[in-house]
């Protein structure tokens, strides 16, 4: 058991990685790397279904990041039989530390079975990589990427959304959560969902309706955590997440008019959200924002398909603490709308499709709009089709 960074900084991805084996060949009806975080809240990395293994040794691993600074424990823990048995050793890392890689990692090998049998340690060191589950770093040299995103290592629909192979229970109509830590998991939900507790987590499953909000976190305590989910609003009106205090992670929105409404506290990362328009007195946007601070949207892929307004449009005058970085964005009047008097608003390394060349993900009339002023950070951001720098 062990993690490639035992001090990553507050948002850097860390992976984490187990040696299993099993007595006999075996399919796991869930896996996951177990995490509690610093205020108590199980914040795993992303869960992997219908896991095969057998005699000889696998390496599982999950990559993901965390947005809150303390010490974060985790362990190994699996399904089976619908019963979920948790294995040893516990360890733990520091979130907001030096970005140091964790010395003498090791991953012992945990043994589950049927009857539940004590794990059995390896003592032989692992360095935990990547699976083709996460959606792998962007590439900046790569050119003309609208056609395939995933290609140049940004979310797709195969690494945003339920995971393949998940089975849903199906439940008709609208849906309240009202129970604190209530995790909310493997369901297809046709109505809208109205979150009214705190630090509730939904997972791997599908949310369908003409709902004004797919997920409304207005009523929530802590933090939402939204993870491997797919938001339909079905005919193109209504927004698939609002509210602030929720953390969204490879999650697929579409057809909605809004993506997201995202409002102080809050993050979309790894994800695939696409907005439309279903009447051309509608005001589409990807993400949009009526103020608020302490939001990242990092590493997604918001193409939006014209007539729409925006990948992006924030309030003009309260917004602060953004960061808007390593995004693939393409569409609208203009891309980017930033905040006319936001302060410490960070823009940088996206990768725009360029503006006014008349196709599907191209802009209107510009890539960005109010976002060369003192309170915008701008760094690093490129055109897709040659690479060519693009100013604010």
Known sequence: MGVDIGSPAIGQEVTAGAKVVAAKELTLSEVAIAVKGPDGRRVDFPHVHGWKLGTTQKVFSQTRAFDRPGTYSYWFTY?????????????????????????????????????????????????????????????????????????????STASAGVPAGTTLAVINGDYTVTTNGAVVEGKEIHGCVTVNASNVTIRNSRIVGTCYYGVNNEGAGGTTAIERVEISCVNGTGTGINGPNFAARAVYIHDCENGLEMNSNSSIIDSVISAREASSAAHGDGI???????????????????????????NST?????????????????????????????????????????????????LSDSCNHAGIVWTGNYRDNDGSVVEP
Do not use: M
């Open 318 to 366: 309260s917004i602060s603490g953004w960061v808007v970085e390593d995004n693939f964005l393409g569409g609208g009047a203009y891309t980017l709308y930033c905040s006319k008097q936001g302060t410490n608003f960070v823009v940088r390394n996206n990768r725009f499709v360029p503006a006014k060349l008349g196709t599907r993900y191209s802009a209107a009339y510009g």
């Open 288 to 314: 949009q924002s009526q103020g608020g601070s302490n939001v990242v949207i990092r590493h997604n892929t918001l193409l939006e398909v014209n007539p729409v307004t925006s990948a992006i449009i924030t």
């Open 79 to 155: 399904r089976k039989d619908n019963r979920w048995t948790d294995r040893s050793p516990k360890r733990t890392f520091t979130v907001g530390g030096s970005n140091s890689p964790a010395p003498g990692t090791t991953t012992p090998a945990v043994t589950p079975s049927p009857s539940g049998s004590t794990a059995t340690p390896s003592a032989s060191p692992v360095t935990p990589t990547r699976t083709s589950s996460v959606t792998p770093s962007t590439n900046a040299s790569l050119r003309n990427c609208a056609s395939n995103p995933a290609g140049c290592g940004y979310p």
